[in-house]
Nanobody
Framework: QVQLVESGGVLVQPEGSLRLSCAAS????????MGWYRQAPGKQRELVAT???????NYADSVKGRFTISRDNAKNTVYLQMNSLKPEDTAVYYC?????????WGQGTQVTVSS
């Protein structure tokens, strides 16, 4: 199993910036995908961004140009740099580890964008 611990969620003003971190531990396979999803109140969980160990990335259209996903494979850690934040980015952000048919989720970290 893989355990994920997220950090970095806070209250931030519109147009502000924030970086989320997620550290993975446990039975980590070298080839995997890690990423971020989010769930706003009353909405389904949606993909934000993912990144494979070899660097391939995937972003939701709504965050392209504003968010950047990166990872430190040696530390099994993935980051989400969020710039130009908007109120509609308010959500619980979940870290995900994916390998073939296996998925692990973090507990989530709240990001609130409000003035």
């Amino acid at each position: 199993q893989v355990q994920l611990v997220e950090s970095g969620g806070v209250l931030v003003q519109p147009e502000g910036s924030l970086r989320l971190s997620c550290a993975a531990s446990g039975n980590i396979v070298s080839i995997n995908t890690m990423g971020w999803y989010r769930q706003a109140p009353g909405k389904q969980r949606e993909l934000v961004a993912t990144r494979t160990t070899v660097g391939s990335t995937n972003y939701a259209d709504s965050v392209k140009g504003r968010f950047t996903i990166s990872r430190d494979n040696a530390k099994n850690t993935v980051y989400l740099q969020m710039n130009s934040l908007k109120p509609e980015d308010t959500a619980v952000y979940y870290c995900n580890y994916h390998r073939l048919t296996y998925d692990s989720w973090g507990q989530g970290t709240q990001v609130t964008v409000s003035s």
